[in-house]
């Protein structure tokens, strides 16, 4: 079995359906499954999966009792799986070509890459952000503070490079193909080998920032992470949660993830940074911010 394809469903009926039958429709000359995770959908996706898998033998149903978030309905899925490469697949996604062959070849070709992730594009062909540079005390301030000046990426190395609120959006950071530090779990081909170095996602992370923990704890296994553009798939984004709830769960996150990899001191500034943000984005983005900066 050379990929394993992963994919959390979770009251996504009709674009989960969507999303397998793109996976199946182009994926070429390459030995896979498609395994499913469904976290305790109410929306009738069990039975429509259930449906699936019965006609297809790649398809394997998972039916969780529990919503154990990304992380955790993605560990199931790889305990489970068989192949070389794990794929994890967001369900809100279109696949449009031969991808996961394509992408298996291009790691066999570059053994050091634990990792690798495609672009992510909106449904009108414009770029996501897709990825990033792990967050510490500076690039987080720069984030919440300076960050959409001008060539302020060009000396700290940006959390998140794409500046969403900005008219030009940095969008140049994801036309090339470059070597950093996180790709988004949308789309994350992983190596085995990899995964068996640095254990599975993290039950600290419930939903955003664990691909973020994940990425750091396969560098550290002498693993490097790739993100290439030639490969795209279109992601709906925002199936699962609401830009409320990603706000304050990725607040949380990079919170998680300060406590777990850097020394004790910088926590503290890095809730006061986070406070700062927040409050600096109350008047202008509303109730969401001023969550953000009760909860920090």
Not at 72 to 79: F, K, Q, S
Not at 89 to 104: Q, R
Not at 161 to 170: D, Y
Not at 257 to 262: A, E, L, M, Q, V
């Amino acid at each position: 079995m050379k990929a394993s394809i992963i994919i959390v469903s979770y009251n996504t009926k009709k674009l989960t359906k969507q999303c397998v039958e793109s996976v199946l429709k182009h994926t070429k000359n390459i030995n896979f499954e498609i395994i499913i995770i469904d976290n305790h959908s109410s929306d009738g996706s069990v039975e429509m999966l259930s449906t699936l898998s019965a006609h297809n033998k790649k398809i394997k149903l998972v039916k969780l009792s529990e919503n154990l978030g990304f992380g955790g309905a993605n560990n199931v899925g790889i305990e489970k799986s068989a192949a070389e490469y794990v794929l994890l697949l967001n369900s809100d996604t279109i696949v449009k070509s031969n991808i996961v062959k394509e992408m298996t070849d291009w790691m066999d070709d570059h053994e050091d890459v634990g990792v690798s992730g495609c672009a992510l594009k909106n449904k009108d062909g414009s770029y996501q952000g897709s990825g990033g540079y792990f967050p510490n005390l500076i690039n987080v301030f720069s984030w919440m503070t300076i960050q959409d000046l001008p060539l302020v990426d060009t000396f700290i190395k940006p959390f998140h490079p794409m500046k969403e609120r900005n008219f030009q959006k940095n969008v140049s950071f994801y036309t090339t193909s470059k070597e950093i530090d996180w790709v988004t779990g949308a789309y994350m081909l992983i190596r085995r080998s990899a995964l068996d170095k640095s254990g599975l996602f993290d039950s600290d992370y419930f939903m955003y920032t664990e691909e973020t923990d994940l990425c750091f704890r396969i560098r550290e296994a002498g693993y490097t992470i790739f993100y290439l553009p030639q490969w795209e798939i279109t992601h709906l984004g925002g199936a699962s949660s609401t830009k409320e709830y990603a706000v304050l769960a990725e607040f949380e996150g990079v919170k998680t993830f300060f406590r777990k990899h850097y020394p004790a001191w910088q926590y503290p500034l890095l809730r006061g940074i986070l406070k700062l943000g927040s409050l600096l984005r109350i008047i202008p983005f509303g109730k969401t911010y001023y969550k953000a900066f009760k909860s920090i």
